[in-house]
């Protein structure tokens, strides 16, 4: 009887949200923003399950490990960003139980909704790769991928000097911002060049992929900077071990003639991007797919078995490249499709697979790779997306931040168009 009582208990206390969204990054509070900016959605009670203190701008980390941007500046205290009337539940998500609506937290707590929207992320798997979380951050190996790190790489690409030899990694897709691990490889040969040794340096960009980059147009554009700096492209070679105090990599060949053959290369610098899958917990719920990503419709971002359940961001299943500015028209789906739902209108198929990824090429260059679906060149200024530019610099290091932090994150919703009528030129 009294088992019966505190079990009755315990569901009285349970907490209920109309909306819980898993995940306070980008996605996260960009979605509760809006949705607290639309008429239709500023009444809902919504809270945010996050366990973070700190928020970090990431598209800058390649700026901070290039000695081109402040790693303070692209933090920010959790706290300070979630939107007022949301609540702020400082946990982690541990169980999901879609069918009775219902997250258990590692506290112990469950929590109840009526819509769910996930967008956890993605978790950087660097124990995939044999030795380097007893060396990273240490012994010449760094990566752009963590602010714990970040910081390390600008000290390493300033110890290069004549003679040395810096390799930059690149593993299989998906993992965050496809074009980051070689845009830290063409800063450091800018910084090179700059230092008068770049010629006399070896560098090696070491990728799972068998090309530059997964849209043609932009591929062959960076083939070109690629023979620029004189950097050894090494295709279909995927980082498998690290030894730090030997300075030693070890790819294995996935493809090509000899697949399955090991190559050990010595370092002076090792940029490594680790691995990326979502979370365990959503590997292991009833939302995830096969490959263990969030099972969503790629185009409205409802998930395919639970009608009631939304994704976004680098952990669902849309094949699109896992960027900020994907989310960033990604959001205003799920709030319109979300709200679609509790009013029983029709949702909208929105989202067209949007990416962009500056591909910084220079200090002060960038390539804008603006896609959809399928590949297909969408950029929303009247210009060649070919060619590198100052403007996109300046884009990239103060235009981009200011939307982040002051727009994006705030829940406004509107942004320029991108031209999906654009044609490639012939040549």
Known sequence: MLEKLEEENHMA??????????????????VAASLRRNQKGKDLSIAIVEPSEDHYYQPAFTLVGAGAYSLEKTRRSEGSLIPQQVEWIHDTA????????QVTLASGDPVNYDYLVICPGLALDWEKIEGLTDTIGSNGVCSNYSPKYATYTWQCVQGLNKGDKAIFTQPPLPFKCPGAPQKIAYLTADHLRKKGVLSDCDLYFCTQ????????????????????????????HNLIAVDGQAKQATFEIVGGEKPGERVTLDFDMLHVTPPQSPPEVIKSSPLANEAGYIDVHKHSMQHIQFKNVFGLGDACSTPNSKTAAAIRKQAPVVVKNLLHLISGSELEEGYDGYASCPLTTAYGKIIMAEFIY??????????????????NWWIKVTGLPIMYWDYMLKGYEWFFKHNNSYVEPTK
């Open 209 to 236: 992929s068998s090309v530059m980059f997964g849209v043609p147009l932009f591929s062959r554009e960076l083939d070109k900077v690629v023979a620029r700096y004189g950097i050894h492209a090494k295709f279909q």
């Open 374 to 391: 399928g590949g297909k060149v969408t950029p929303t200024f009247p210009l060649d997306p070919r060619k590198e530019r100052w403007l």
């Open 94 to 101: 541990v169980n999901f139980n879609p069918h009775d609506n």
């Open 13 to 30: 206390d349970t907490k209920h949200y109309q909306v819980l969204i898993i995940g306070g990054g980008t996605a996260g509070i960009t």
